[in-house]
């Protein structure tokens, strides 16, 4: 009875709300000021939104964001209404319309009061207002007083005007429902730029009319209609993001060429590829009919894909073909082109001058910038801060997407390390330092299915974001993941999958078996990083290979991993409490003993036997783990040979299995290094 | 340096495959007949299938059928072909292509051998093939050497022809794509027919061109436009599943009048209902206006709708606009029309009337049931199987509803003991039994939201389905739930939200709060049963109330209860490892303490607020079941004031707190019992 009394008063304890500090508010990306209220606006079934009724892409903002407060708070569709402005609890005012097709450079700030009584939203433009409403619903949380947002006002504007995200479709096709979940999310976190890769070697994904066999031949079937482009465009612009087509050429462009070979520089017949890489077939530059055929084509895409911008690729042109051309070799020697890098300046001027027929301003990736190229062309780097200066330098304005590439795997933690202005281009002032407009995060999709890229590129893409809108000095790393861990949750609710697919992708794995054991392995294994996955495959992977195993389910940065290291650097410090201490303990022995617990699962699937040379790797370093806290906690000196004997196994644990990294290994060795001081026990990864 | 040889030798046996004895396939439906054979059939990116190529649909079934396996495996778009059966791995073989608009009673009978070296599936109709391949569907899965079926024949045909789902639309709207999903949960389970409830008191659904204020007044914008659901009924033709429409009239009906008041048996104006519950406007049945406007309509939705049945309602009338219609009145009289059972039984008649003319046979609900009905009208009863039976003697064809309600929150084993001829239908015979056609599912969405709707579906659904489907004799509890909880996965990967809604939902409740704790909770409480939640509210709900709380999250029937029983009953009777008597151990310590670790997020979120008093049932009720698991391993006979104390804790957890359940509280009560033979602790729920 007493024991029931006590529940009783800590209950009631519980009732009681309890002043605390205010914590700054989980937005993401950070505002450039937020000032603190105090008091709350409630968010109930009766909250009203109003905006200028002569605005109709307002209104039609005002509808989807009830949509998305009604969605985060749980309320019904017949509550929360547009009304108008005198009645109005949240009200948006905005200066001009923004035009229908969002442009680079519009003003995006706004400003956002929220007191207990009420809320205005005031922006130059509707796109500026389309931001603030993504603030506001970052800020709508459960309280001790049913939903709310706090009292608070914001005064936000970005850093840079393009904030990008690039999805290759050709090398795994992406359906468009998939793109729309993805392009709800870059709205949520404030990207205004959907790059989208639609051709390749692997494939040609838009519809012509002009040329149906790039499509008919060139796509296995999997390409998006004409309507369906503009069912997505109007989709992006209804969220305030531009939508910037990139159609590859010179290079990464065989999928052209099983329709229209003549186009190649090289003898037909091609085949679309079903490999990763870089390949032989180059557009033919010293053919009149090859800027014919672009002429009507980009004529064509020109007018379906109504941004001002026509990205044209331009990468990584593997001159085999032309080398081996006498043809164009002697059409080099007549043009005074010296190397393959004049004859692409060559080709990149013809196609920017019928690109700017057409309306459009030419972006191109790094290779592009050559002796010549008009001015106003784009630069997108995908090689450092460096070539972005010497771009910016030589006149252009250019994009950065080194650093930012998701498929690299990599951390958010070093994409946010990665800034525009940083590095190479960190000493460019005035105009030069004008010219970076921003960057891009890219997924390049080899090893991306519409079952996983969500996770491939949610939650790190918002880390991205940040770094691309917030003010630079917004950079407090653990902040930052407190706030990712936020909006990751929070992106659920937008329908993407990037946490949900998780469990199904491991019960795959299994079929009826339990899934647990493989989870706890599978939350502390990442895929291996940068380019490693096809340098360790054991057989080639393609476009037909099964995207079915651990690295695919893994997700890219393990949030396990990071958690354990920051009670770990705790014990190593000797800062940690008792209750830490243990559950370092406990999470080290159920990692130990997960190998037993996978083993039936082993032998029922061909997918989990896999993963067991990563399973014994863990069950080892967990062990390892284990034995250097005993070793801490009693401040022991171990002999040599232990230490010898640990460093064994970790670097067994650091050679990849199965194409995944053990998360924790780092974390690990520092452990067994804080127990062992001065004796050999290998480098901290 | 011996652990890590001990760890290499148990990755060595895991790689090694064990010959294990074979358990039956988890299939839901159990097929009529499975006999196993040797070895397994490969499916990797090779895998082909053919049918003939001169059946649209089947040739539509198989492409639909390569997409779900492609996602089963995870294979990609380019993997596994439809191709021509000389080639085809997998032949598909039907005697006759079924009509486009599946029937009642076409022949859903199939036969499918799957060998090492491939498969035929053999059906008298593509509805058959359909069924079929969702049987190879279930089947395949990784096992030691790839994705694979195991060899085996299975022969298998329904044992009831009509097996159907009822989705409520009205209560609250659910959007097509959400509809869609389930249509996929269906087929996968052989449901066939998607009952579609679109009109009731809270909105009228479907768009009308001929009376435009019925969803232009009655369903707040919330309505199906007629493409829409045309476009519906062609993806469910698609899965061999038929669209039967309900309109519910005389009852049931408000949202009709408040575009068409002259229908009404009094006097308006009127509003769409926003409560729950039985209302007074009815239809007028005395006017011959009502019957030409039912004329029209039911001709413009029976050309909608291609399907032969047309649900017209008929449930639950509110006799008090007619007995307080003098007009009505006196028309009884003047037609001997004795009590408003009568009227409604005239009413029945002359709708019935103009369903036929339009081409199609009449169902309603069990009040139809009134001399003088005419015999071909359909009888669905959601009072039991005896009013199934009377119906059946009085020569009408009937399904059983009662035992099937969804809404109702029974644990899945209730739903399936429910037979079509069981309890007062069991005496029924020859034509008498043949007439009940089966059963449906149903689902009310009082309790409803887009969001948690698949969830309060699916799994159990599942069951019913089964029991429509498989034979009689298929019954076994357990069986079923360790296949319940296979397939409850595998209808993860169609889009089903009934797993992957459930943290975010919880994580709603907490805000940035860890969402650990609530889910602690969550997993052992389930929504109060029966029409409790609507008896037990502090506030009415309505169709305005926000379904955001811990009764909307929780699972109707949880799966951590049931595992726990299974526990408990090993202790009870004891013959429980010491094992599974530690994890119980350990379960009820984690229960006990998770009050504290819910404390903080109480004070954050009124949502998590609400559920504290369950909270703190749980951990009263966990620590008796502590108790009593020392006193039964001690066997200690407890004093008479311990069982008085426990039994207080019981009858207090007993009580529902925030429309929830302990669910494990039946168990634990079986553990005080256990260790207290003889002494009063209350009656086992």
């Avoid at 531009?242 to 590859?248: K, L, Q, W």
């Avoid at 969500?454 to 407090?476: F, G, K, V």
Wanted: hydrophobic share 40%; net charge negative; proline share 6%.
């Amino acid at each position: 009875m007493v024991r029931t009394f006590l529940v009783l008063i800590m209950l009631a304890a519980a009732c009681l709300s309890v002043a605390e500090p205010r914590r700054q508010p989980y937005l993401m990306p950070m505002p450039a000021s937020v000032q603190q209220g105090s008091g709350q606006l409630a968010l109930d079934t009766s909250f009203t939104v109003a905006g200028s009724a002569d605005n109709p892409a307002l209104q039609r903002a005002l509808g989807l964001f009830l949509e998305d407060l009604r969605r985060k708070t749980g309320m019904t569709a017949l509550s929360m209404k547009v009304t108008d402005s005198r009645s109005a609890i949240f009200v948006v005012k905005t200066d001009r319309p923004s035009r229908d097709v969002p442009e680079l450079g519009e003003d995006e700030s706004y400003r956002l009061e929220v007191s207990s009584s009420g809320a205005i939203l005031t922006a130059a433009t509707t796109l500026g207002a389309m931001r603030g409403l993504e603030t506001f619903l970052q800020l709508a949380e459960a309280t001790p007083r049913g939903f709310a947002v706090p009292a608070m006002t914001i005064q936000d504007k970005p850093r840079f005007p393009w904030r990008g995200l690039m999805i290759d479709v050709s090398r795994h096709f992406i359906p468009i429902a998939v793109l729309k979940r993805n392009l709800d999310g870059m709205a949520a976190v404030k990207l205004n730029v959907f790059h989208w890769h639609l051709s390749d070697d692997q494939g040609f994904r838009v519809e012509s009319k002009r040329f149906p066999r790039l499509q008919g031949m060139g796509s296995d079937g999997l390409y998006y209609t004409q309507a369906e482009v503009r069912d997505l465009v109007r989709y992006a612009q209804e969220r305030g993001i531009r939508v910037v087509p990139e159609f590859d050429m010179p290079g990464h462009s065989t999928a052209w060429y099983v329709g229209y070979p003549e186009l190649a520089s090289g003898p037909g017949p091609y085949a679309i590829e079903r490999k990763w890489g870089v390949f032989v077939p180059t557009m033919d530059p010293t053919e009149e009919k090859t800027y014919k055929f672009l002429d009507r084509f980009i004529g064509e895409m020109a007018a379906l894909f109504p941004d001002k911008y026509f990205h044209i690729g331009g990468d990584e042109v593997n001159g085999k073909q032309w080398d081996a051309n006498p043809k164009i070799q002697e059409f080099m020697r007549r043009h005074g082109l010296r190397n393959n890098e004049a004859l692409q300046g060559y080709f990149d001027s013809r196609v920017e001058k019928i690109v700017r027929k057409h309306g459009k301003i030419m972006l191109g990736w790094d290779e592009v910038l050559q002796p010549g190229l008009p001015k106003d062309v784009v630069v997108q780097s995908w090689r450092g801060q460096a070539s972005l200066a010497e771009a910016a330098r030589q006149g252009h304005r250019s994009l950065l997407s080194y650093g930012y590439y998701l498929d690299l795997m990599w951390p958010a933690s070093r994409h946010y390390a990665v800034d525009p202005l940083g590095e190479g281009a960190s000493g460019l002032e005035g105009e030069q330092q004008q010219a970076i407009l921003g960057g891009e995060a890219c997924l390049w999709s080899e090893y991306v299915s519409p079952e996983d890229i969500d996770s491939r590129i949610w939650p790190r893409a918002a880390a991205i974001a940040e770094r691309l809108w917030s003010p630079a000095d917004i950079n407090d790393v653990n902040f930052m993941y407190t706030r990712l861990e936020h909006i990751n949750n929070q992106l659920d609710g937008l329908g993407l999958t990037h946490n949900s697919s998780y469990v199904p992708m491991l019960q795959r794995m299994t079929g009826s078996g339990d899934v647990g054991p493989l989870r706890v392995l599978a939350d502390v294994v990442e895929p291996v990083k940068d380019y490693d996955r096809e340098d360790i495959a054991v057989t080639e992977e393609t476009s037909l290979t099964p995207l079915n195993r651990l690295v695919d389910a893994a997700r890219p940065e393990s949030n396990t991993a990071r958690r354990f290291a920051g009670m770990v650097d705790l014990v190593v410090a000797g800062t940690a409490d008792s209750q830490t201490r243990q559950q370092l303990r406990s999470t080290l022995a159920s990692w130990r003993d997960n190998l037993t617990e996978l083993q039936p699962l082993a032998q029922e699937s061909f997918l989990v036997k896999e993963a067991m040379p990563v399973s014994a790797d863990l069950s080892n370093v967990a062990q390892a783990g284990l034995e250097a806290l005993d070793c801490i906690e009693k401040h022991e000196n171990p002999p040599q040979a232990w230490a010898t004997a640990q460093a064994v196994i970790i670097a067994e644990a650091q050679k990849p299995k199965a194409q995944v990294l053990l998360a924790i290994l780092p974390s690990v060795t520092k452990l067994i290094q804080g127990c062992s001081a001065g004796k050999d026990v290998g480098p901290v990864q």
